[in-house]
């Protein structure tokens, strides 16, 4: 099925316009009350979320509650969700006008592999779990988004488009949030939400490309056959030569081998050993040059009896928007009118993608916490309403202004 939300024409009732970047002290005190109220609603459905098992590239069961969750909610102005064939769910909270809508999305997926054991402890401070931050959290924000518009009387200057892509996670590629785009292509302004740093707002996209390189060749005994090369062996000499390319420090720029396989036994001459790499910039330009320098040192490699081939595995755009873009105007007034400081920074989340389109867009935090991407994973309750109540600030005040014609 293509994405292709339906909205309901009955807008939600409207008591004000929001026209303003800067929030009102009647309106921050009215979003605070608003998300505090909704808070244990909105910690109960990040425990329910958590125990559903969504590892990158078998996300069908959290998309389907996502699913079930939106058709039950029936509120006025919220279309009819729709799923496509990688299971990104998409649902639309209609606005006062149509005009480039404005996206919100949470990834699905979880880096915890699918019998993983995902159990969710609450202690008088925490939430304890596999992936309760990253991203059962910015996930059940996504849901509860427009019960809290509903129960303020809002309507947002342009819709919302209320996205749970997939693969966003590890390798998944940002295939998800891709797929969002392609479908949903008048989108004015979007925000990436991550359960964890609250305070932060993500305005550079870091762009990444990796590879697989595998190296092969005939093998043997280590003793009878000594003197045949050994996969592993030139495996590492050409990681060696690797590490040998200049890495620029600005822009930031990164290079890293994750993970090294390969060989058959400790008496065996390996046939094959593979690695994979990992390559990082916040500069378009410097990832290409530093990608294009470590293909040209492989593709050079030369070895008696040895293949030494490599494969993309999967490219993530650089880019910004700016640190003087509107979004990230509005978040920061968001976040400060919360009396929260805010933090500008780089990382590669969902938003590369409409970044990478020229689409202004950003990733926020909605609580503090630790231990992300391990089983003991945890977030902290108490910034919780705050963080719920700066995301939702942000995206109406965001939606107002792209309603107004600001550019």
């Known amino acids: 099925?293509?994405?292709?939300?339906?909205?309901h024409q009955t807008a939600m009732p409207v008591t004000e316009r929001y026209r303003v970047i800067a929030p009102?002290?009647?309106?921050?005190?009215?979003?605070?009350?608003?998300?505090?109220?909704?808070?244990e609603a909105l910690l109960d459905l990040t425990a329910q979320v958590a125990t559903i098992p969504a590892p990158t590239g078998n996300e069908a069961a959290r998309a389907a509650f996502v699913m079930d969750w939106w058709s039950n909610l029936r509120l006025p102005g919220l279309g009819a969700p729709a799923i496509d064939e990688l299971h990104d769910v998409v649902a639309e909270v209609s606005g006062r006008k149509r005009g480039p809508a404005v996206l919100l999305a949470a990834h699905l997926d979880t880096v915890f592999p699918i019998d993983t054991a995902l159990n969710v402890r609450r202690d008088a401070d925490r939430l304890h779990g596999a992936g309760i931050g990253d991203n059962s959290l910015g996930v059940a924000a996504l849901?509860?988004?427009?019960?809290?518009?509903?129960?303020?009387?809002?309507?947002?200057?342009?819709?919302?488009?209320?996205?749970?892509?997939?693969?966003?996670?590890?390798?998944?590629?940002?295939?998800?949030?891709?797929?969002?785009?392609?479908?949903?292509?008048?989108?004015?302004?979007?925000?990436?939400?991550?359960?964890?740093?609250?305070?932060?707002?993500?305005?550079?996209?870091?762009?990444?490309?990796r590879l697989r390189v595998v190296t092969t060749g005939p093998g043997g005994?280590?003793?009878?056959?000594?003197?045949?090369?050994?996969?592993?062996?030139?495996?590492?000499?050409?990681?060696?030569?690797?590490?040998?390319?200049?890495?620029?420090?600005?822009?930031?720029?990164?290079?890293?081998v994750g993970i090294i396989e390969g060989g058959i036994s400790i008496n065996t001459i390996a046939p094959s050993a593979s690695m994979l790499?990992?390559?990082?910039?916040?500069?378009?330009?410097?990832?290409?040059?530093?990608?294009?320098?470590?293909?040209?040192?492989?593709?050079?490699?030369?070895?008696?009896?040895?293949?030494?081939?490599?494969?993309?595995?999967?490219?993530?755009?650089?880019?910004?928007?700016?640190?003087?873009?509107?979004?990230v105007d509005i978040a920061k007034r968001s976040l400060t009118a919360l009396g929260i400081t805010?933090?500008?920074?780089?990382?590669?989340?969902?938003?590369?993608?409409?970044?990478?389109?020229?689409?202004?867009?950003?990733?926020?935090?909605?609580?503090?916490?630790?231990?992300?991407?391990?089983?003991?994973?945890y977030v902290d309750i108490a910034p919780v309403a705050d963080g719920f109540a700066q995301l939702a600030m942000t995206t109406v005040n965001l939606a107002n202004h792209l309603a107004a014609g600001a550019p």
Not at 178 to 207: F, K, Q, S, W
Request: negative net charge; charged residues 20%.
């Open 24 to 39: 009102r002290a009647d309106q921050v005190t009215a979003f605070r009350r608003a998300a505090a109220e909704h808070l």
């Open 342 to 377: 805010p933090a500008l920074d780089a990382s590669s989340t969902d938003a590369n993608i409409p970044i990478s389109r020229g689409i202004p867009a950003i990733c926020l935090g909605l609580t503090s916490g630790g231990n992300v991407h391990r089983p003991d994973e």
């Open 221 to 256: 005994h280590s003793w009878g056959d000594y003197g045949r090369p050994s996969a592993i062996h030139v495996l590492a000499r050409l990681i060696a030569e690797l590490t040998s390319v200049p890495i620029p420090h600005e822009p930031k720029t990164s290079f890293n």
């Open 143 to 209: 849901l509860m988004v427009p019960r809290l518009l509903y129960s303020m009387n809002l309507t947002p200057g342009v819709p919302i488009v209320l996205a749970a892509p997939v693969g966003e996670e590890g390798l998944g590629n940002l295939r998800g949030m891709r797929a969002v785009m392609d479908r949903c292509p008048d989108v004015g302004g979007a925000i990436a939400i991550e359960g964890h740093n609250l305070g932060r707002v993500t305005y550079a996209a870091v762009g990444s490309k």
């Open 277 to 327: 790499v990992d390559l990082r910039s916040i500069d378009a330009n410097a990832l290409a040059e530093v990608a294009s320098e470590v293909e040209r040192i492989i593709n050079g490699f030369r070895c008696p009896e040895i293949s030494v081939q490599f494969q993309v595995l999967g490219e993530r755009p650089a880019g910004s928007v700016g640190e003087d873009a509107a979004i």
């Open 1 to 7: 099925m293509h994405l292709q939300p339906t909205c």
